[in-house]
């Protein structure tokens, strides 16, 4: 058994190295990196309290760690992350010789139950983006930019974190396209319509330059003090146009699911959706072939006399 104070130092400096993995080899977001360090935290102290190491690890503990948490009524997806972590940070001591065996090379956890992401129907979601317009009248440049930004979200279905990473030259308003660094460090060009385009040369030439100040640098979206504005800032934006709206409150992720949804329904096809959403896998592309089944199932049962 190691004393305690070594074990735990040796742990914090082993997690500080996988952290520095995952964010430079692996270039996973700092989202990312933060929820699998927590996850690793959260076997290592389960273990502790048993009197384990993390390098003594073994498959029956991490079976028994599953398993209290399910006994907590932890979420099956918090479950099926947590096993991803796990796994990834044990392959990775292995390769760097911290640990002499993998205990979760046979660890399984049960998958998440696919949920059908939440989307606005076309007429909501058009009066979310009119009603963005609409605030945008009284010239405020916040306004403006929260109607670019409601309008570059339900055009593009880019995430709210790569809305907030845009920079000026990232947008082609002449040939309507955007340039996104998304997950993993992947670039990829969006197209937008020309209502979006509009709405974000409203904001460059009326909001972004009565906002702009020293601090402002290159960044497309910025906040009330002229700084880039944050994911939070932008989410904030967007509840806020919705219950101007009058509509369902939606979140910047749900103007993504409405996006991928709308375009699915008007007929264009999976690859190209999951190009424009920058999916690593098509399968959660898929998810949304469910929703829009689920309406026209809907539509048939109403309106068919032999339904």
């Known amino acids: ?29 700092p989202h990312t990196v933060r929820a699998y360090c927590g996850d690793v935290r959260h076997l290592t102290a389960f273990a502790s309290r048993r009197g384990v190491a993390w390098d003594e690890v073994d498959l029956a503990l991490l079976r028994s ?42 660890l399984v956890t049960a998958q998440p139950r696919p ?7 076309v007429g909501p979601a058009v009066r979310l983006v009119e009603a963005a317009r609409d605030a945008a009248g009284d010239g405020d440049p916040v306004t403006v930019r929260d109607w670019a930004l409601v ?11 790569e809305a907030a990473g845009l920079d000026v030259d990232d947008v082609d308003l002449a040939q309507r396209l955007v340039r996104v660094m998304g997950k993993g460090a992947k670039e990829r060009v969006i197209p937008i319509g020309a209502p979006a385009a509009r709405a974000v040369h409203a904001w460059l030439t009326t909001g972004r330059p009565a906002l702009a100040g020293p601090d402002s640098g290159p960044a497309l979206l ?15 934006a967007v509840h806020a146009a ?29 690859r190209s959706v999951q190009e424009l959403l920058g999916h690593a896998s098509l399968a959660t592309t898929q998810r949304y072939t469910h929703v829009t089944a689920d309406r026209l199932r809907a539509s048939y049962q109403q309106a068919h006399p032999r339904a």
């Open 242 to 270: 919705a219950a101007r709206a009058g509509v369902d409150d939606v979140a910047p992720h749900g103007l993504r699911h409405t996006a991928a949804t709308h375009l699915l329904a008007g007929g264009s096809d999976l």
């Open 115 to 121: 949920a059908l992401p939440g989307a606005l129907a």
């Open 222 to 236: 910025l906040g009330a003090r002229g700084r880039r504005a944050d994911p939070r800032q932008l989410r904030s």
């Open 1 to 29: 058994m190691q004393n305690a104070a070594s074990a735990g130092s040796r742990a914090d400096h082993a997690l500080a190295r996988f952290a520095e993995h995952l964010s430079a080899g692996r270039g996973l977001s």
């Open 65 to 106: 760690w599953l398993s209290s948490m399910v006994g907590a009524g932890t979420s099956r997806s918090t479950i099926a992350r947590r096993g991803a972590a796990i796994r990834s940070f044990y392959a990775w001591a292995v390769d760097e010789r911290l640990v002499d065996h993998d205990p979760a090379t046979r």
């Open 151 to 161: 309008e570059l979200l339900y055009a593009s279905g880019m995430r709210v974190g």
